[in-house]
């Protein structure tokens, strides 16, 4: 059992939909105070009011420092602060080099690395008041671990998180802040639904848990870090990916 977060700020980006929605869920099922931020400000209303009355949303663009600013001051001013930051937004548009916009390029960068930076920088001198700062970033397997066709740029910028955390942590560690990544394998979202059946069959298949993640199985690692109990960790990576970067051939699988 972990001490509660109830009553604990938190900003889930990326929240409307997919594995932030399912981290915002965690947390307002936990009695946290859960700003939920997307673009789209109607979709995060939905998801908002679905959440219950300690939730509420906010429309800002993770890759706009403007906006990032903007979304800080509206958790300091609803929940009297900022205690936990979940920078989940992130973009995975699926393009081989040769094809590829150096525009969409920009996007996946600015979106996934940029705005994680955005988001903590903004969020920075509310963590700095907490007792128990805390930033948890959604990563992912491919770029740290694994490569995929057409995610050359997402790849980058998922182990770019890394990098940046690396060395924000020791920055962020003389105000008692930690910063986390999590790293999904394939989880069920609405983002990776849009890769169409024979993805996700695949996939599935490649996995020795045979399945497919739920966006709570993220949701729970993030709590986990967000908790008092992980205290002492910061730095570090959590791989929940139902054992996918094990196999070393499909003979492995059978
Ligand atoms: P998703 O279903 O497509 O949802 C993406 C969410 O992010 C939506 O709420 C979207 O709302 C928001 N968003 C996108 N761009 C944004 C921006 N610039 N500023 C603010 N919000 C933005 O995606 P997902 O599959 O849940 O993925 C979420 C995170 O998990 C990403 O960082 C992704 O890289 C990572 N991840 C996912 C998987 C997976 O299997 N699903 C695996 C590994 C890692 P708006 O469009 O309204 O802004």
Redesign the pocket.
Known sequence: MLTSISGRSVIV?????????GIARVFADQGAKVLV????LA??EIAAAEMGSGASAFS????DWDQCQAMAAAAAERHGGIDILCA?????PQTNIDEMDPSEWDLVLG??LK?NFLSVKACLAELKKSDQGRVIL?????GPVTGFPGWSH?GAS?SGQLGFMRTACIELAKHGITMNAV??????????E?LGDDYLRTMAASIPLKK??V?ED?GFAALFLASREANYITGQTIIVDGGQILPESLEALE
């Open positions: 980006t990326g929240a409307s939909k997919g594995i932030g929605k931020v997307a673009r789209t979709d995060a800002a663009d993770v890759g989940n937004a992130g973009v995975y979106t996934n705005g959604t990563s992912s397997i491919t997402y998922k790293l999904p394998g394939n989880v069920v979202t609405e983002g990776l849009g497919l993640g966006v993220i």
